[in-house]
C-alpha cells in the first residue's frame, strides 16, 4: 500500500510530514523549484505564494549582497543563500533561511558540517541567520523560527521587514543566558550587530523605473 498524501496546488505532501524524520525525508525528495518548507517549533511550515518583488526578493538581495561581501572581506566564514539549507537535530529544527553565516571557528569545532548524503544541507545551527517577512510568513518568522533559533544557541537573528511605511531591520543577539535581546535603533535607524561589531540601517528609495528598492548602510563605531 503507498504511504498517504496530500496534495495541495500540484505539490505531494506526505502524511509524515508532521513528525520531524518524516519531515526530513520529505524533504530529501524536493529540488530547488520547490516551494520553501521548513520544521520549526513543532510546526511545519509551506510557503506556496510567490514572495513580494518588491517588499522581499530586493530586500534579501541588498542584505545578502552587503553581508556576504562583509563576511568575505574579512574572511569571517561562509554565507549561504537559498537552496541552501540546514538542520539541527538536537531542536528539531529543518528550514531554508533567506541568508545565513557559518562561521569558520564552527566548521572547525564541529558545530556545524556538511550532510555527505546531501551537499546543500548543513547539519548543526549556523551563528547569524537572515528571515524577510513577506505576507505568509508572518507567524514564521517572529515566533516559530524566533524561539527555534533562539533554542538552538544562534549568535544572531536578523529580521527584516519592508511591508510598511519604512525598511525595518531588526536585530536580536544572544545575551549570556541564551535569550534573544533586541538592538533598539537610534534616532538615525542605526541598529547595532554584536556579531560584526557595527551599526546598520536599511533605507528605501525608487529605482529608475519607479519601482521600491533598498540599499543596506554600515557604520563602523
Do not use: C
Amino acid at each position: 500500500m503507498e504511504a498517504a498524501t496530500i496534495t495541495i496546488e500540484g505539490l505531494e505532501i506526505p502524511m509524515s510530514v508532521g513528525t520531524f524524520e518524516g519531515f526530513r525525508g520529505w524533504v530529501a525528495t524536493l529540488d530547488e523549484q520547490s516551494p520553501r518548507v521548513s520544521f520549526a517549533h513543532g510546526r511545519v511550515h509551506i510557503e506556496l505564494s510567490l514572495q513580494d518583488h518588491r517588499t522581499h526578493g530586493p530586500v534579501s538581495g541588498e542584505i545578502n549582497r552587503v553581508v556576504s561581501t562583509l563576511v568575505r572581506d574579512f574572511n569571517l566564514g561562509r554565507y549561504y543563500i537559498p537552496p541552501s539549507w540546514f538542520t539541527d537535530v538536537a531542536f528539531d529544527l529543518s528550514t531554508e533561511p533567506d541568508g545565513f553565516l557559518v562561521l569558520w571557528e564552527s566548521f572547525e569545532n564541529g558545530r556545524v558540517r556538511i550532510n555527505p548524503e546531501r551537499s546543500t544541507e548543513l547539519l548543526g545551527s549556523p551563528d547569524w541567520v537572515l528571515e524577510v517577512v513577506s505576507n505568509s510568513s508572518v507567524k514564521k518568522d517572529l515566533h516559530d523560527l524566533y524561539a527555534a533559533y533562539e533554542a538552538a544557541g544562534i549568535r544572531e537573528y536578523w529580521i527584516a521587514d519592508a511591508r510598511g511605511a519604512s525598511p525595518l531591520p531588526r536585530i536580536f543577539s544572544a545575551s549570556d543566558s541564551g535569550r534573544f535581546i533586541e538592538s533598539s535603533p537610534d534616532t538615525a535607524a542605526w541598529a547595532r550587530s554584536d556579531a560584526f561589531a557595527r551599526a546598520f540601517r536599511l533605507t528605501s528609495f525608487s529605482d529608475r523605473a519607479g519601482l521600491p528598492d533598498y540599499r543596506l548602510e554600515i557604520r563602523t563605531p
